[in-house]
Every structure is written in C-alpha cells, then in structure tokens.
C-alpha cells in the first residue's frame, strides 16, 4: 500500500491521527508531497514510515529544503508517478510536468485541498492535508496495487473515504 500526503506544517511532530496514523504504519511505501517545516517533522517521518519518499515544499526550513528534491519520480506497482509540491499554471503545468517526466500519476500538494483530476492523459493528485486543511477536510490518499495499477481513495483522518479512483499502468 503507498499512502500519499501533504502539508504537515508542524514543528515538532508528524500530526498524524486517527485513520492517517495507521495507514501510514502500514504503508509499505509513504509519499510526502511538501511542506513538513521542519527538519525535526522530517525525521519524526522517516522514524514512522517504513519507506519515504519525499519532495519540499514553499514553507520547508532551509534544513529541510538542503535534504529534499523539489521534484521526483518514482514506480510503484508498475505505474510511473511524479511528485513535486506545486508548479506554476496549475493544473496544465502539473499535467506537463508529469508528461516531461513520463508519468501515469502526478502527486502534488500546496493548496491543502484534496484533489483528482483524470480529465488529461495524466492523473494528478493532491492530497489534501492531513493536519492542516485550512477550510477543507483534514485528508490524505491511499493508492493499492492492481493487476492493471493502482486503486486509489482520498480518506478523512476519521477514516470516512470521499473519493475513489483508479490508476492504470501504460
């Protein structure tokens, strides 16, 4: 299972709770899409996932910024996946990186507000955030494997899912 998530802003702690905690102590494969803060939440990550990967965000400390990629890629499942925490032109800029970058699935963050778009050849994925929603439900995403790539929810910390989707592999 890879659990993806966004927007912790915290200084101290990962702020994972409730159905968030869990899955990421399960998660075979954790990917964060920005904006820990610090480089203390960082690690706090890295101690709880089994496997992290990782991009900064706008707000992240320098600390964190020097350990991070702005941009990265990575497959899970067979499905190609591009993570950055945001690219300028929004939607259209996200589907072009994720093309550059031959990408199945786009995960980005930066607007605290969940998000899937499958309109384009690229599905693009935002998280939402799972400690500060800022006006949205606190949430995160949780991708598992398929003969044909990956099935997809967006989840509240309550454990609630609002949304599904799927992720084919090409």
């Known amino acids: 299972m890879l659990v993806v998530l966004s927007d912790t802003h915290a200084t101290e702690t990962t702020r994972l709770v409730g159905a968030a905690a869990d899955a990421v102590a399960d998660a075979e494969l954790v990917l964060h899409a920005g904006d820990f803060t610090t480089d203390a939440v960082l690690d706090e990550f ?26 990265t890629t990575l ?14 032109g929004g939607t259209t800029g996200l589907a072009m990186f994720g093309r550059e970058r031959g990408a199945d699935l786009v995960v980005s963050g930066h607007t605290h507000r969940p998000l899937v778009d499958q309109e384009g050849a690229v599905t693009l994925l935002n998280p939402g955030s799972h400690a500060d929603p800022r006006g949205a439900r606190q949430s995160f995403a949780v991708l598992e494997p398929t003969d044909d790539g990956l099935s997809g929810r967006l989840e509240t910390v309550d454990g609630t899912v609002f ?8």
């Not at 890295?46 to 941009?71: F, Y």
């Not at 949304?163 to 090409?170: A, C, G, H, I, K």
């Open 163 to 170: 949304e599904r989707f799927d992720v084919e592999n090409e």
């Open 46 to 71: 890295h101690d709880v996932a089994a496997d992290l990967r990782a991009v900064h965000g706008n707000r992240d400390s320098d600390a964190v910024t020097d350990r991070l990629p702005t941009a």
């Open 75 to 88: 497959s899970y499942a067979g499905v190609r996946i591009a993570a950055t925490h945001r690219r300028r």
